[in-house]
């Protein structure tokens, strides 16, 4: 609907007949139930279990329970 509206003020300014080298577009006070993105990635669901279990072990055995092997540190220096 935003995208239309914009066409259609875009229009009846006059714009397809000169030149027009920046439109700038604001707007406010939007809200959305879900989130959009461009380029949306195929393993959002396998990222949100992941994030899931992740969480539940955590809250069942302590934060530093399940860590990434990155974080781990051997002989003073990050492996």
């Known amino acids: 609907m935003l995208i239309s509206t914009i066409g259609k ?3 009846a300014c006059g714009a397809g007949e000169r030149k027009v080298r ?11 139930a879900d989130e959009l993105t461009l380029f949306p990635d195929k393993n959002d669901a396998r990222k949100e279990k992941l994030g899931n279990a992740v969480s539940v072990i955590r809250g069942k055995f302590g934060s530093d329970s399940i860590l990434r092997a990155s974080s781990k540190k051997t ?4 492996a």
């Not at 920046?22 to 959305?32: A, Q, Y």
């Not at 002989?75 to 990050?78: E, P, R, V």
């Open 22 to 32: 920046l439109v700038g577009v604001k707007s406010s006070n939007l809200s959305c």
């Open 75 to 78: 002989q003073g220096k990050k």
């Open 9 to 11: 003020l875009f229009a």
